[in-house]
């Protein structure tokens, strides 16, 4: 069965440091990963996915199959980078379309 | 387009009722999917709807069921209600024809079992 691990409940970093939320899983196949993040009082959305190996507000995130892992980083942080987020992975046989199964999440503070 | 609808927003139940949550998909999307988001938890996938079928099934037992209406909304029920079925249910559709299409959540009903 997949599973998503996040290690960290919480972490907390000053504006402009370098940020990483880490992400591992574990699925027998070829999975596609992705993380969805939900600022305050808003509605869980998507930031980025690994196929689109694209970069969204700064963050990037890469998809380690030897490590298992796929961290989310951003080289100079933001306050309203402060959110939950979430890592997520997919079965790729149906593609972002079916299962997700989601971590816990890590909550990001970014002090001024 | 006001994208994933989800109603009522609150809802408080009796262990042992039963209760029906409604989603209206995003306009163009026919495919729904329902998550629980226990406190402190991510979201843990219940089922997926799509052409008015379950196509997915998630660990959960008999007593959490569905069903997608010909305008690809869906009602999620949950008879015989649990204390630990307080949760916050998330509704989030989609486009079943092809891969790659991302889920669109949407804010989701906050059920409490007392």
């Known amino acids: 069965a997949q599973r998503v691990t996040q290690p960290e409940k919480l972490l907390s970093v000053f504006k402009g440091a370098p940020v990483e939320l880490k992400c591992n899983y574990s699925?027998?196949?070829?999975?596609?990963l992705f993380w969805y993040v939900q600022y305050s009082r808003q509605r869980l959305q998507l930031l980025l996915r690994?196929?689109s190996r694209e970069s969204i507000k700064g963050f990037t995130a890469d998809l380690n199959k030897g490590e298992t892992s796929f961290h989310l980083k951003k080289p100079f942080a933001q306050e309203e980078d402060s959110a939950m987020y979430y890592c997520?992975?997919?079965?790729?046989?149906?593609?972002?379309?079916?299962?997700?199964?989601f971590g816990k999440g890590t909550l990001l503070t970014v002090n001024p | 387009d006001a994208g994933v609808t989800q109603s009522p927003t609150h809802l408080i139940k009796t262990r042992g009722q039963q209760v029906t949550l409604r989603c209206s998909p995003k306009?163009?999307?026919?495919?729904v999917s329902w998550y629980q988001q226990a406190l402190g938890q991510g979201p843990q996938f219940i089922f997926q709807?799509?052409?008015?079928?379950?196509?997915q099934r998630g660990n959960f037992p008999d007593r959490f069921s569905g069903h997608q209406f010909p305008n690809y909304s869906s009602e999620l029920n949950v008879n015989a209600l649990l204390l630990g079925d307080s949760a916050l249910y998330l509704c989030?559709?989609?486009?079943?024809?092809?891969?790659?299409?991302?889920?669109?959540f949407g804010p989701g009903t906050r059920l409490t079992v007392t």
């Open positions: 699925y027998s196949g070829s999975p596609e």
């Open positions: 690994h196929i």
């Open positions: 709807y799509y052409e008015e079928e379950e196509r």
């Open positions: 989030a559709s989609s486009w079943g024809g092809r891969q790659g299409y991302e889920q669109y």
């Open positions: 306009s163009g999307h026919d495919t």
């Open positions: 997520a992975l997919s079965e790729n046989s149906g593609g972002s379309n079916y299962k997700l199964t």
